[in-house]
């Protein structure tokens, strides 16, 4: 399945295949509307998956650059699944 392979290959196939049933369509505008949020005033903290098959480490430091502080986990996409252990780790420094 291609979906597992870019977002979650580092996952067993069984959890992977679970994790992406769950996926609901989202429409365009849901991907394209500009952000409401407010303006932020509070550190941010990105977290590269250096491993990522859909946004390579590359472009993702470009995004980080914005950030306040950078994180990296060896890891796909979904760390949430793929290395949840080291994820708390990096989420509990957060602050």
């Known amino acids: 399945m291609?979906?597992?392979?870019?977002?979650?290959?580092?996952?067993?196939?069984?959890?992977?295949?679970?994790?992406?049933?769950?996926?609901?369509?989202?429409?365009?505008?849901?991907?394209?509307?500009?952000?409401?949020?407010?303006?932020?005033?509070?550190?941010?903290?990105y977290i590269v998956t250096e491993n990522d098959q859909a946004l390579p480490a590359a472009a993702q430091e470009q995004v980080a650059a914005t950030a306040d502080h950078?994180?990296?986990?060896?890891?796909s996409h979904t760390a949430t699944i793929s290395a949840p252990d080291e994820l708390a780790v990096i989420l509990g420094r957060v602050r």
């Open 70 to 75: 950078v994180e990296r986990i060896p890891s």
């Open 2 to 45: 291609l979906l597992r392979q870019v977002l979650c290959a580092d996952v067993d196939k069984e959890p992977a295949e679970a994790y992406l049933r769950q996926f609901v369509p989202l429409s365009i505008a849901a991907a394209t509307a500009p952000s409401s949020a407010p303006d932020r005033r509070h550190s941010t903290t």
